[in-house]
């Protein structure tokens, strides 16, 4: 059904300025593991085709014997092997009637734009976490579905950073030379787990005797050879870890009217309140114990109950919910696992359409259809993928969060 001037009521005929409701530009964080030069070739073929085979050649053994005066040497011959990536697209669409822009007095009209571009760039990088986030070299002080926030040995620490290095190290993973010649790797983490690196024991000290920014400016920015990306985008196990002391274990339920458990909406129906209380964290989706993720996960922060309407503050434009939640979807109040993805630029291939406009797709229309062209439809498609190139320069390390203890 398309877009009318019934089902935007709130827009029709009002002067509220939208940009006060805009959700923030999506940032591409685990992109940032694909940017190595070496693959310029593979990232901007013309034509994807089903696949790209990328080949890799073996490296040659050390030299041990010394020269012979009568008998030649052997020559030493290559082994080879590829990784095949297969291309993957995505697309999405807004449409509306006619009549939407000639009664709506926003900047509707602006904001379908930027709306569709931060799906499309949300949606991109949805696939290289996917491509990320797998893999065995796995680095955690329990199975993810043991991770306690309470429990010291599950959290980040400077000494887990440095395990990490030794590992890379050992496996040959090439470093991203910085302009000033420096060797870095990247730390990409969510700032649940950057609190516990930043407060723990060895990096308040450093604080205190030799660098105070660390701690008055918060200006923790390098570990060792890796440089920290903290964002609030970094991906979430969302509820994945040990259950809580009082738990929460229930569901979506019907709405009882309104706006709950829809996007933008406050609030959510639950089939039981029992032990949610105030300040609980909420986690809305499919719990995640493995590396199969939900889009639509989500966490919530509890403000009050009333019966089983459960009043939220989220991550939507308005402080409300980000996505619609079905009936059936688990809520719970389990301790979160957040990854730590450490790595190079050159862990991973990137590949694009690039008869696209850019490697995050292109813009379709808008255009106008309907027997009187009275309907109008903007999107927008993609077509590339991720491949892990290197398995030795991707770990993924799970970790709980002191503030969840």
Known sequence: MP???????????TLYGS??????????????????KDYYEVETAARLGSSITLPFLSVLPIATAVISQTVDITPRQFRDISVVITPTSRADAVDWAEA?????FTDYGEARYRAIGDQMMRS???????????????????????????????????????EIQTWLQTLRCPYMIAAEGINNWLALMHPAVY?????????????????????????????????????????VFAGAGIDN?????????????GTANQAL????????????????????????????????????????????????VGAGPNGGLLYDHAVGEAVNNNDNVYPVLYGSPYSMVKLWDNQMESE?????????????????????????GYGRARENCLVRGEYASGLEA
């Open 3 to 13: 877009q009318t001037t019934s089902n935007l009521s709130n827009s029709i005929r």
């Open 19 to 36: 940009k006060y409701l805009e959700a923030a530009a999506a940032v591409r964080n685990y992109d940032q593991f694909s940017t190595g």
């Open 100 to 104: 939407v822009d000639t009664q709506v």
């Open 124 to 162: 991109v990088e949805w696939v290289a976490i996917n491509t990320a986030l797998q893999g065995s070299l796995v680095q955690r002080g329990a199975a993810r579905a043991s991770l306690d926030a309470g429990t010291a040995g599950h959290l980040l620490t400077d000494a887990n950073i440095a």
């Open 195 to 235: 609190y516990n690196l930043r407060v723990g024991g060895n990096i308040v000290n450093v604080g205190i005797y030799q660098d105070k920014e660390i701690i008055l400016n918060f200006e923790l920015g390098k570990v060792g050879p890796f440089k920290l990306l903290v964002s609030g985008d970094a991906k």
């Open 245 to 257: 002391a009082s738990a929460v274990a229930t569901t979506i339920a019907a709405s009882l009217g």
């Open 265 to 312: 909406g406050t609030t959510i129906e639950v089939a039981s309140a029992s032990n949610i209380s105030v300040g609980d964290w909420l986690n809305i989706g499919t719990e995640e114990t493995g590396n199969t993720f939900d889009a639509n996960l989500e966490r919530v922060k509890w403000v009050s109950t009333s019966s089983t309407t459960i009043t939220v």
């Open 360 to 384: 995050f797709g292109t813009i379709v229309g808008p255009k106008m259809q309907g027997a009187v062209d009275q309907f109008g439809v903007l999107g927008w498609k993609w077509y590339g």
